[in-house]
Nanobody, 119 residues
Framework: QVQLVESGGGLVQPGGSLRLSCATS????????VYWVRQAPGKGLEWVSA????????YYADSVKGRFTNSRDNTKNSLYMQMNSLNFEDTALYYC????????????WGLGTQVTVSS
């Protein structure tokens, strides 16, 4: 079955960096989009970024553009998000989610990994 498993979250100081990973299985890697979506405490879901697992085309929300970078490893069916210059507003539960196409919603989600930015 389709699975997405996030890892790499943690506690980091403002200005610090983290690298999130999303390990996928159960579908043809390269044929879907994978999104990073986050939910801050008390807030709704916020789309962060999207990557086409085939072409590598990536889009970012304005709030993270220039600070976050997506990558993929097709040999490991995995996606990564390097997060630099983290600030308090980046504190959230980060999910990776699969989508059938760009801007066409999500059909499978991981359980999330917590990122906390605190001094």
């Amino acid at each position: 079955q389709v699975q997405l498993v996030e890892s790499g979250g943690g506690l980091v100081q403002p200005g610090g960096s983290l690298r999130l990973s999303c390990a996928t299985s159960g579908f043809t890697f390269g044929s879907f989009w994978v999104y990073w979506v986050r939910q801050a405490p008390g807030k709704g879901l916020e789309w962060v970024s999207a990557i086409n697992t085939g072409s590598g085309t990536t889009y970012y929300a304005d709030s993270v553009k220039g600070r976050f970078t997506n990558s993929r490893d097709n040999t490991k069916n995995s996606l990564y998000m390097q997060m630099n210059s983290l600030n308090f507003e980046d504190t959230a539960l980060y999910y990776c989610a699969r989508g059938p196409g760009y801007n066409r919603g999500y059909d499978y989600w991981g359980l999330g990994t917590q990122v906390t930015v605190s001094s």
